[in-house]
């Protein structure tokens, strides 16, 4: 018999088996929920969730027994949070009812309504917990309207934060981001001894596995597209828990943008993605505007290993992805799959100074035409982007794309610069053949004289490339090369003679710029200017002076187009993507050796920098 939950209001819904076995199956009990006082508990046989409806939080998350949510210590709780400082909020006051209530599934809305001079944030959330029959783990999504009665609305931090079990027999040792960070990590009682530094967020450690290093929640950010989960496991005791994602679409700012993902004690879901330059979305009164972010599963595993944990884990986002969109969602703002369409076609990349490129892996994307604030799919975060990897001979489909008229982007490693086709429409129940998708990658010169770097909009091919998440190698890492750097093309490695980060040089206790060279040949003064093009990976409060021979004058200042971000004391190795095209003036070379001088002018603020992605010199 269902239990029957007294003043609470329970919604119709047609009962629906899961459309897929990515939680665990569709065999197994029926999923309850049971109030317990203030509080309900949803279970499954599997997970056991008691969840406070009035603050949209999980209190407790038990997984075969197991707690796998900090009941205790600096972090308690599943929560979500807006903004941070003096405008930090979470979701007070809210009311509960259900969205969907079946032996299948049990859908539990709470929902935060705006009110004049309590909250800090005009807008209204709902915050949903859903448990199906057979998951090992608790779905979350939440629907975001801002009305148009209500005052202007700014969201930066949208994020929910699972507070992982600090003490007790159930902490898990081992975190797990990537193939470059997966590792025993601090315990959570080794910070009680830990040091705390000038920056907050970095604290050094002083015993167990981390003594004498540093720990810092930024060392694990990540482009949050390239990882279908990430959070932790234990080779101690058989138990993972990860945040796995079936789709981005609803994340911010397209496929190469990073965030935090998980730290010693939580597993972070930045749904607005504001670090790193993210964007913010601003909506005036009068404005209507409405998102639902998720679902995402809150997973949970007990594989005999943290890496086995862990591969379950990545298998589950990939059975995830293929249920998506789910049929058990039961909001207008979420197109179930026949209500949505598709777009195929073939991507074809040529460029006719580097054949090589081609279209394999490319990321082919679309987005809306416009977007706040700028139509640059960099800074879009009030709507929906559907991004995709094209296979190895440029083919690419696009699937479960809301309908409506969308703008193609494509890029790829190896070419600078993107495509985009306008106008592609989208229909429900019907998939959109595009056909051949050609990109000419525009040049601006006949020949390549030397290029350093491959444009991947990234510094990671760089010295430090591989470890630049350290805290504070932004203090260590300039003064490791020489000032003047001298980079000589055909014999310098970019991995070893190239840095990551162009920022200031200390001459003892006073910052200066650091001066880099770049030493090349040229068999013949060429008929034009040729071209120097410097792509960015990042860059924040910088400016690029450019010489050519002459280091008493340069020929131009280089202000990147997008700037922000604080990647370097974040330690990330990019944040957004930009191109600048240099002309050298022809009576600046000459036959033979040759030198263009790359200076980074602003070093009172030390984290002014820039990371290359790509450099080359184009010859008309």
């Not at 900090?70 to 006051?93: C, M, N, V, W």
């Not at 629907?143 to 007790?168: C, D, F, I, K």
């Not at 913010?280 to 679902?295: D, L, M």
């Not at 003064?479 to 190239?498: F, M, V």
């Amino acid at each position: 018999m269902r239990p029957i939950l007294t003043g609470i209001l329970i919604l119709a819904a047609t009962a629906a088996a899961r459309a897929n076995v990515a939680g665990g199956g569709d065999a197994g009990a029926d999923v309850t929920i049971t109030k317990q006082g203030n509080n309900v508990l949803l279970s499954n046989g599997i997970i056991s969730a008691t969840i406070d409806p009035a603050n949209a939080t999980v209190l407790s998350m038990k997984f075969k027994g197991h707690e796998m949510v900090s009941t205790g210590g600096q972090h308690k709780s599943i929560y979500f949070s807006r903004d941070g400082g003096a405008d930090f909020e979470t979701l007070p006051h809210c009311t509960m009812s259900l969205a969907t209530n079946t032996p299948d599934v049990i859908d539990v809305a709470c929902k935060h309504i705006y009110e004049p001079g309590k909250d800090k944030h005009a807008w209204d959330v709902g915050a949903h917990f859903v448990l199906c029959r057979g998951a090992s783990g608790l779905y979350v999504y939440t629907v975001t309207v801002h009305p148009a009665n209500y005052p202007a609305l700014t969201l930066g931090e949208w994020r929910m934060v699972w507070s992982t079990p600090e003490t007790g027999k159930d902490v898990m040792e081992k975190i797990y981001i990537d193939q470059a960070r997966h590792w025993v990590a601090p315990l959570p009682e080794d910070f009680k001894t830990a040091i705390e530094t000038p920056i907050k967020e970095i604290t050094k450690m002083t015993q167990g596995t981390w003594a004498g290093k540093y720990d810092c929640k930024y060392m694990y950010n990540a482009n949050y597209s390239n990882l279908g989960c990430w959070g932790f496991a234990s080779d101690k005791h058989p138990l993972g828990e990860f945040v796995v994602f079936g789709s981005h679409e609803f994340f911010s700012d397209g496929p190469t943008k990073n965030d935090l993902t998980a730290a010693v004690g939580t597993i972070l879901t930045h749904m607005n993605m504001n670090h790193y330059n993210g964007s913010s979305q601003e909506f005036k009164q009068g404005e209507v505007w409405s998102k639902i972010y998720g679902p995402f599963l809150l997973y949970c595993n007990d594989k005999p290993t943290g890496d086995a944990a862990w591969a379950d884990a990545q298998a589950q986002a990939k059975a995830e992805e293929a249920a998506w969109p789910y049929e058990w969602v039961n909001n207008p703002l979420y197109p179930k799959a026949k209500e949505r369409g598709a777009v195929t076609g073939q991507l074809e990349i040529r460029d006719l100074l580097k054949p090589s490129v081609n279209a394999a892996g490319a990321w082919v994307g679309l987005t809306p035409p416009h977007g706040r604030p700028t139509d640059d799919w960099q800074f879009q975060g009030d709507g929906y982007q559907y991004w995709t990897r094209a296979a190895a001979d440029g083919t690419f489909t696009i699937p479960a794309v809301r309908p409506g008229a969308y703008t193609l982007h494509a890029f790829n490693t190896g070419a600078v610069g993107e495509c985009a086709q306008p106008n592609v429409v989208v229909t429900a129940g019907q998939t959109t053949n595009l056909n051949n998708v050609m990109w000419v990658v525009p040049h601006h010169g006949r020949a390549i004289a030397w290029e350093i770097g491959v444009p991947d909009r990234s510094a990671a091919e760089f010295r430090h490339g591989n470890d630049y998440y350290l805290p504070y190698l932004y203090k260590t890492a300039p003064n490791e090369l020489p000032n003047p750097l001298d980079y000589t093309i055909g014999k310098s490695d970019p991995a070893k003679d190239w840095n990551y980060v162009q920022s200031r040089y200390m001459q003892g206790d006073k910052p200066v710029p650091h001066k880099w060279r770049i030493h090349f040949d040229l068999p013949g003064i060429p008929v034009g200017p040729p071209t120097l093009t410097l792509a960015f990976a990042s860059a924040d409060r910088a400016k690029v002076d450019v010489y050519a021979n002459d280091e008493s004058r340069p020929i131009t200042t280089v202000t990147p187009e997008v700037e922000g971000g604080n990647a370097l004391l974040r330690e990330a190795i990019h944040a957004k993507y930009c191109v600048s095209y240099v002309p050298i003036p022809v009576n600046h070379l000459r036959v033979g050796a040759n030198e263009i001088m790359l200076v980074q002018t602003a070093v009172r603020d030390e984290a002014s920098h820039v990371m290359y992605d790509y450099l080359n010199l184009e010859l008309p």
